[in-house]
Every structure is written in structure tokens, then in C-alpha cells.
Nanobody, 122 residues
Framework: QVQLVESGGGLVQPGGSLRLSCAASGFKLEDFAIGWFRQAPGKEREGVARISRRDITYNTDSVKGRFTISRDNAKNTVYLQMNGLKPEDTAVYYC????????????????WGQGTQVTVSS
């Protein structure tokens, strides 16, 4: 069974850090591009970071210099290290896998996790 499971979310103060994990089962993440997306209440889902099958990474402008995406093929897991968190980073964060995904186009990703809540508040 193909499955993606996110973990690592929680409540953190502004300026704090969290590391999200995206663990896959039923397929090898290294064969897919992986994207991290987020959706805040009342807003559309948006792409945050992406790592290609050749480990080329991309971050959107809003998180550049603060978020880092990486993968550990041995653990079949992709990570999103989030530093310098801001209240506007509050959202449900999703990981997604797409064998032929185009950038952070939501429709080009095949598999999605259930999401993990990140809340940045003092």
C-alpha cells in the first residue's frame, strides 16, 4: 500500500525551529520528486519546497534562507527543517510525491500525506 506519513508538527514560538518528516511506504521516495506544501485556514494550498529525483532543491521566496528540504534514501524519508519560524508559517503542512512532478504544481503530484499542523505563536 502506497502511503506518505508526515510527523514533527507542533506549537512553537516565533523564531523557533521544527523539523518535519515525511516517511514513505510502498514505494521508494528516491524515485520521485517530493514537495512540501502548506495550507492555512481560509487560504489555498501553496508549495513551499521541493527536492527533485536528482536532489536539486527549490524553496519559494517566502521561506528562502529559513527552510531546508533534504532526503535520506536509506530511511525512505524526506525532511523539512524549518528555522526562524514566523506566525505566518502557521498551517497544515503536507508532503507529496510525484514521479514526473512539475515544480510545485499541485496537480502533478501523485501521492499525498494526511498533513501535520504547525502553529507559530507566542
Amino acid at each position: 500500500q502506497v502511503q506518505l506519513v508526515e510527523s514533527g508538527g507542533g506549537l512553537v514560538q516565533p523564531g523557533g525551529s521544527l523539523r518535519l518528516s515525511c516517511a514513505a511506504s510502498g514505494f521508494k521516495l528516491e524515485d520521485f520528486a517530493i514537495g512540501w506544501f502548506r495550507q492555512a485556514p481560509g487560504k489555498e494550498r501553496e508549495g513551499v519546497a521541493r527536492i527533485s529525483r536528482r536532489d536539486i532543491t527549490y524553496n519559494t521566496d517566502s521561506v528562502k534562507g529559513r527552510f531546508t528540504i533534504s532526503r535520506d534514501n536509506a530511511k525512505n524519508t524526506v525532511y523539512l527543517q524549518m528555522n526562524g519560524l514566523k506566525p505566518e508559517d502557521t498551517a497544515v503542512y503536507y508532503c507529496a510525491a510525484g514521479r514526473y512532478a512539475l515544480g510545485l504544481r499541485i496537480g502533478s503530484y501523485d501521492y499525498w500525506g494526511q498533513g501535520t499542523q504547525v502553529t507559530v505563536s507566542s
